[in-house]
């Protein structure tokens, strides 16, 4: 049985024998994290053309989403970038509210930024674990996945599940900390010390480490900004922009933190400026366990926050209340909305059209692996193909947001 | 945000009034399809937007312009960003690229045209991205069905 190929290249081989030869890499290829497919043209070992193919996940997120209630998209939102969840949750969570116009409480606010960070270091430790692996830097990865595993297991805590947290809710959070949460909290920064600063002995000045990566996969800031790159792309070529600092949401405006710049825009700028954001994330989770205040984590607005459960089973109003919002969905106030945060690969948008429905109308999300999936062919051109997977790797594409 | 950027983009780029609003802080310029290229040209070399964001579409069915091409672009040296809009009829789904302003719109055009079929006059490229060669039809078009699959490696009969 003949199968169609579902890509086409953007150039095919040549009929004249100049040496150069076409080799295809993915799309399931096992030392690519991510289902990707790179169609090379190698001159010997360097990389002369790079044509990228991805959609190898679409799951058509965005069709999906104009057929269910505006809570009911949250599992979805969750599986966009599936490293670090709950920030899709919080962006979206927040593109919603802009619409219909709801202030969350204070404490919802602090709770959202602080677990806003501790995903941003669990996302950006997979990454750096799975480029050093790449590498060969195996005791450096299981490090780091121990410390990642902590994470995990201390946002099960929390959420219920260690990956796919749906925890976010349109007006507030799911739940509250348990008991003892920030205690292990502390913990775990604690262990997060001691881990990375093992990573920084093996790794930093790791002479095979810095040969690998040092002058490899170079953007330079004019390409960053020409191809739309932001996050850590954007910040290793040593512009410091970032949503959390630039237009400030959440607890930002309130907190002390610096946004680290990389030099050249290469692998080791990126390895250097996640290592040093997930510092600053950390100094950020002190402060804003310090700022935590008790109060109530759901505003009291019943468009769209469901009803105590004790209040649906004594009281028809509540019991009504409940029903609606689950059968009809809330009615968001027609509009459209663009709102944006700082998730660990970049500027994470949502764009929502709203027909005053219990449903969207639309939801388009700018998901920053997908416009930095654009620019990895000059970021692997003229490189050598043994540093096609570490330079994917430092992109860290994440198929759930880039396919869709 | 400029306060007086509202009333410059308005000045430069959009003469009648009621083309230009603001929402949610951000600056929204209604563009004819005509306008489009030389407006985000003027916006990119006058005024910072030195990044594009984003573009996609909306489906507005039985709409006379049918489609709803809505682009985002932010400046970083101002820390602004804006929305431009234009609307393109089914019949001739065209728009001029932007491929040769912003590197960025290739691959996100890309994806448009996958999405929508919305046709980027200048961009050589509009293979599919997240679809696969041969897929037929526009899956965000509201009168695509959900539940229509066209698998690639048929089914086998169990």
């Known amino acids: 049985m003949k199968i169609a190929n579902p890509v086409r290249s953007s150039f095919e081989p040549t009929l004249v024998d100049d040496g150069r030869v076409i080799v295809n890499i993915g799309p399931s290829h096992p030392a690519t994290h991510g289902t990707v497919q790179i169609i090379t043209e190698l001159d010997g070992e360097k ?66 930024t602080l677990l806003s960070e501790y995903s941003r270091i669990a996302d950006h430790i997979t990454c750096v674990a799975a480029g050093l692996m790449e590498l060969g830097a195996m005791t450096a990865f299981l490090y780091l996945m121990t410390l990642r595993d902590y994470i995990y297991e201390h946002l099960a805590d929390v959420t219920g599940a260690r990956v796919t947290y749906s925890y976010g809710r349109i007006g507030g959070l799911a739940r509250d900390l348990p008991e003892g949460w920030l205690k292990r909290l502390d913990e775990v920064l604690d262990e997060y010390e001691t881990y990375i600063g ?23 800031q004019a390409q960053a900004i020409d191809y739309g790159c932001t996050g850590p792309m954007l910040r290793s070529t040593g512009l410091a922009r970032d949503v959390r600092k630039d237009t400030p949401y959440l607890a930002y405006a309130d907190l002390d933190f610096e946004v680290p710049v990389g030099i050249l825009g290469d692998n080791y700028d ?20 310090d700022m935590l205040q008790p109060g109530p984590i759901n505003v009291d607005d019943p468009r769209c926050v469901l009803p105590e459960k004790q209040l649906v089973y004594s009281e028809i109003e509540s019991l009504i209340t409940h029903f609606k919002l689950i059968i009809d969905g809330p009615r968001v106030p027609a509009g459209d909305v663009y709102s944006s945060q700082e998730g660990a690969n970049g500027e994470l948008g949502f764009y929502i059209v709203s027909t005053g429905q219990g449903q969207p109308y639309r939801v388009h999300c700018r998901a920053p692996s997908f416009v930095h999936m654009g620019v990895t062919h000059l970021m692997l051109q003229g490189g050598q193909l043994a540093d096609v997977v570490p330079t994917f790797g430092s992109i860290n594409m994440i198929g759930g947001e880039c396919d869709r | 945000m400029d306060a007086n950027l509202p009333e410059r983009l308005r000045l430069r780029l959009t003469p009648e009034a009621p083309a230009l ?20 040209r003027t916006l990119k070399t006058e005024f910072g937007f030195d990044m594009m964001l984003d573009v996609t579409a909306v489906d ?3 709409d006379a312009l049918r489609f709803e091409v809505v682009l985002h672009l932010y400046s970083t040296r101002d820390l602004v960003r804006v929305r431009l809009k234009t609307r393109v009829p089914e019949a001739e789904p065209v728009i001029d690229s932007l491929v040769s302003l912003y590197g960025a719109a290739a691959f ?40 229509r699959e066209q698998p690639l490696v048929p089914y086998r009969d169990v």
């Open chain 2, 60 to 62: 507005w069915p039985g």
């Open chain 2, 108 to 147: 996100m055009e890309r994806e448009c045209h996958d999405m929508f079929g919305i046709v980027f006059r200048g961009n050589d490229d509009l293979r599919p991205i997240l679809l696969y060669e041969g897929f037929v039809g526009h899956p965000l078009r509201k009168d695509y069905p959900k539940h």
């Open chain 2, 21 to 40: 609003t603001v929402s949610g802080g951000m600056p929204v310029v209604m563009l004819q399809p005509a306008q489009w290229l030389d407006a985000v």
């Open chain 1, 198 to 220: 093992r990573i920084h002995g093996l790794m930093d000045r790791n002479r095979i480490f810095i040969d690998r990566m040092r002058r490899v996969g170079t953007l330079t």
């Open chain 1, 270 to 289: 990126r390895y250097v400026v996640r290592m040093r954001e997930m510092d600053e994330s950390v100094h950020m989770i002190r402060q804003l366990v």
């Open chain 1, 47 to 112: 990389v002369t053309r790079a044509d990228v193919h991805c959609g190898y996940l679409h799951r058509g997120f965005e069709k999906e989403c104009e057929s269910h209630t505006w809570h009911n998209l949250m599992p979805y939102v969750d599986r966009l970038n599936y490293c670090s969840g709950l920030i899709n949750d919080f962006a979206y969570c927040q593109a919603v509210e802009e619409l219909l116009a709801i202030e969350i409480t204070p404490r919802c606010r602090v709770l959202r």
